[in-house]
């Protein structure tokens, strides 16, 4: 059986579209499928390097110095989202305080626009908090070692930091568990 084939190595396509492989990094005719290299230079296995394309191809990381300020900038991502978690969770318990606190118990019209604003800003607040812990999330699945331990050890100094002052022991607003 043949099993001879050629690539257009001149247009790219996502990964599992079609039956077709493109492979830039191989040359454009070869034969059998050995020496096939991940497309776009993704690696699926953890590695350490300092090339990387973090998020979107603006974020290439070229050089040492590079991966140490993104690695910073991650640590520091990583840490705030712990901070949004315990943030949103303690404004809305203070929330209710208040509701408490004004002898507030069913549903009234100072309740529901107070409550409303409420609401308004726990909802931008989620989405800010979603959207960092997917992005943390893609991060870590460059599988560049570094990168990940950036991931990692902000969130645990980010728990360490902010997580004295949850109000519950369950994390219900956690989005990559």
């Known amino acids: 059986m043949d099993h001879h084939h050629t690539h257009d190595t001149?247009?790219?396509?996502?990964?599992?579209?079609g039956m077709h492989h493109m492979h830039p990094t191989t040359s454009s005719n070869h034969s059998g499928h050995s020496g096939h290299q991940a497309t776009a230079g993704?690696?699926?296995?953890?590695?350490?390097?300092?090339?990387?394309?973090?998020?979107?191809?603006?974020?290439?990381?070229?050089?040492?110095?590079?991966?140490?300020?993104?690695?910073?900038?991650?640590?520091?991502?990583?840490?705030?989202?712990?901070?949004l978690k315990i943030?949103?969770?303690?404004?809305?318990?203070?929330s209710l305080q208040r509701d408490r606190d004004q002898g507030i118990t069913k549903i009234t019209n100072s309740f529901s626009?107070?409550?409303?604003?409420?609401?308004?800003?726990?909802?931008?607040?989620?989405?800010?908090?979603i959207t960092l812990s997917y992005f943390l999330m893609l991060i870590f699945m460059t599988y560049n070692g570094y990168l990940c331990i950036a991931v990692?050890?902000?969130?645990?100094?980010?728990?360490?930091?902010?997580g004295w002052l949850r109000k519950t022991f369950q994390d219900s607003s956690d989005h990559c568990h």
């Open 152 to 162: 990692a050890s902000g969130s645990g100094i980010g728990y360490l930091t902010f």
């Open 113 to 129: 626009a107070r409550c409303f604003g409420d609401h308004i800003i726990q909802t931008i607040l989620h989405v800010i908090q």
């Open 10 to 17: 001149t247009t790219t396509m996502p990964m599992g579209t």
């Open 42 to 83: 993704h690696q699926g296995y953890f590695h350490f390097s300092d090339q990387a394309v973090v998020l979107f191809a603006g974020w290439k990381i070229t050089s040492s110095s590079g991966m140490i300020l993104s690695c910073v900038g991650i640590f520091f991502m990583a840490w705030f989202y712990e901070g």
């Open 87 to 94: 943030l949103r969770e303690r404004w809305f318990y203070k």
